[in-house]
Nanobody, 113 residues
Framework: QVQLVESGGGSVQPGGSLRLSCAAS????????MGWYRQAPGEQRELVAR???????YYADSVKGRFTISRDNAKNTVYLHMNSLEPEDTAVYYC???????WGQGTQVTVSS
């Protein structure tokens, strides 16, 4: 079993930055594939960024160059650094761990002027 707890969401103006955190327990994050997903109202949940145990990363085209996924093995935590935020980034952001498909509870990000 893996438990995931997200934090760091909030409201920010366009062009601003946020850092989301996903604290894991039950397994060490460096042994897992960790992903950040988001779901906007009326939309399907989509993959934003992924980090494999080998350190390989994937980013959705819409966030490339603006978002960075990273992990701190000592804190067993994965981060999503979000820069140059746009209103289209507004969504609930979820952390996911695989194998096993474990989800966190989500954290709201709102980008608005």
């Amino acid at each position: 079993q893996v438990q995931l707890v997200e934090s760091g969401g909030g409201s920010v103006q366009p062009g601003g930055s946020l850092r989301l955190s996903c604290a894991a327990s039950g397994r060490i994050v460096r042994s897992l594939v960790m992903g950040w997903y988001r779901q906007a109202p009326g939309e399907q949940r989509e993959l934003v960024a992924r980090l494999t145990s080998a350190g390989n990363t994937y980013y959705a085209d819409s966030v490339k160059g603006r978002f960075t996924i990273s992990r701190d093995n000592a804190k067993n935590t994965v981060y999503l650094h979000m820069n140059s935020l746009e209103p289209e980034d507004t969504a609930v952001y979820y952390c996911r761990a695989d194998p096993g498909t474990y989800w966190g509870q989500g954290t709201q990000v709102t980008v608005s002027s």
